[in-house]
């Protein structure tokens, strides 16, 4: 059976910089890249394979924003092979949150409930006996309990969706480990610092952060979260790669740092989460992947009904 390592939001930024972390560590490692623009992931693909010829690199089309099409990808993974870790590298960073397909809220439903509907739909290749798996939450220091609230899961009514989604992956991961340690699957939890990528500069115009770039890298003496670089960035999420799952701290978020002399290392720092908020947070997640699976069902029901009626009436 082979080791396959799926990397979500895999064709920029800290995804990518993780697959090429990962290459450099074993270029014989197969990597799964699980993207929504095939174009680009098609594009990160070929500048992998450049610096390393002979590694086995497939794609996904997966946009973690859709239950339909986590449903889909999840379905394919199954049928292919085995997945060891699998790590969340995509993110959308918005103030302005609206409404997907779906009905929930795109912010949530793309950096929190589809990573957590594909490990449920995973669950059978991820938990495997006498084997190892993991997990990957790429969260943020910007996950705050205070825009958190168990009412409010989705942030419907609030206006920090990212902080809120960030701070719920911290919470997943935990009710994650307490439910499946036992059947060989670990999660963790990663903050990459503040690094430069689309997301960021999605924030404020690319040639504000050219100006300010040389202020940063001062910044970066008294304080080792700006990491800056993708590269660095996907450092704490490589370092886990490295570690013996079962060593991890299920309540530690491993902190992407950099030194001002630019040299980069993991550190893992407490969470502030609890057992009981995670448990009902988990609780809420099953009832919500339970109405999205038979929202579905009955989408394609309706689906096939018309089909037939539409044959009958020819
Ligand atoms: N940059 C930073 O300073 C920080 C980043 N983070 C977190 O790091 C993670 C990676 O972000 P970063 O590398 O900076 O950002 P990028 O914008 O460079 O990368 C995000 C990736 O996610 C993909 N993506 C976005 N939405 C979806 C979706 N619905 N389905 C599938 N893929 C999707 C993007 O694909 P596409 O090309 O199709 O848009 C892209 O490949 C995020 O979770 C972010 O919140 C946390 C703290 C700080
Ligand atoms: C050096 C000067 C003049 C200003 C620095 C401002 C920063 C403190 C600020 C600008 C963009 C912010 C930002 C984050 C933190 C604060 C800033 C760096 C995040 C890293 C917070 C965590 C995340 O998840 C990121 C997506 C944020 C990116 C932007």
């Known amino acids: 059976m082979e080791k396959v390592i799926l990397v979500t939001g895999a064709n920029s930024g800290i995804g990518l910089a993780l697959c090429e972390r990962l290459l450099y560590e074993d270029s014989q490692l197969q990597l799964c890249l699980a993207c929504r623009n095939m174009q680009r992931a098609e594009a990160a693909r070929s500048?992998?394979?450049?610096?390393?010829p002979d590694a086995q690199i497939?794609?996904?089309?997966?946009?973690?924003?859709?239950?339909?099409?986590?449903?889909h990808a999840a379905h394919?993974?199954?049928?292919?092979?085995?997945?060891?870790?699998?790590?969340?590298?995509?993110?959308?960073?918005?103030?302005?949150?609206?409404?997907?397909?779906?009905?929930?809220?795109?912010?949530?439903?793309?950096?929190?409930?589809?990573?957590?509907v594909l490990v449920r739909e995973l669950d059978s290749i991820l938990c495997q006996a006498g084997q190892t798996s993991r997990v990957v939450w790429t969260s943020s220091s910007n996950a705050r309990r205070s825009a958190f609230s168990l009412d409010d899961v989705q942030h419907r009514l609030g206006t920090e969706p990212?902080?809120?989604?960030?701070?719920?992956?911290d919470l997943i991961s935990l009710a994650l480990n307490?439910?499946?340690?036992?059947?060989?699957?670990?999660?963790?939890?990663?903050?990459?610092?503040l690094v430069m990528t689309n997301l960021t500069y999605g924030i404020l115009p690319s040639f504000f952060w050219t100006l300010i770039m040389p202020i940063m890298y001062l910044i970066r003496i008294f304080t080792n979260t700006f990491t800056l670089t993708p590269h660095n960035g996907?450092?704490?999420?490589?370092?886990?790669?490295?570690?013996?799952?079962?060593?991890?701290d299920p309540r530690a978020k491993y902190h992407s740092?950099?030194?001002?002399?630019?040299?980069?290392?993991?550190?893992?720092?407490?969470?502030?989460?609890?057992?009981?908020?995670?448990?009902?947070?988990?609780?809420?997640?099953?009832?919500?992947?339970?109405?999205?699976r038979k929202r579905l069902k009955e989408e394609d029901d309706n689906k096939q009904a018309y089909k037939k009626y539409l044959n009958q009436t020819e």
């Open 76 to 116: 394919k993974v199954k049928a292919s092979n085995v997945v060891k870790m699998f790590a969340t590298a995509e993110g959308l960073l918005t103030q302005q949150d609206r409404v997907n397909k779906d009905g929930l809220q795109e912010v949530f439903a793309t950096n929190l409930f589809g990573h957590f």
């Open 234 to 248: 996907a450092g704490a999420l490589h370092s886990l790669f490295l570690k013996k799952t079962e060593s991890l």
């Open 178 to 193: 307490r439910h499946n340690n036992s059947q060989g699957l670990y999660s963790s939890v990663i903050c990459p610092g």
């Open 257 to 292: 740092l950099t030194s001002g002399m630019g040299s980069n290392y993991t550190q893992p720092r407490q969470m502030d989460i609890d057992d009981d908020m995670s448990e009902a947070l988990y609780v809420k997640l099953l009832e919500m992947e339970k109405s999205a």
């Open 58 to 71: 497939d794609l996904l089309h997966l946009d973690v924003g859709s239950v339909r099409s986590v449903l």
């Open 47 to 52: 500048a992998l394979l450049t610096s390393h």
């Open 162 to 169: 990212y902080a809120s989604s960030k701070y719920a992956s």
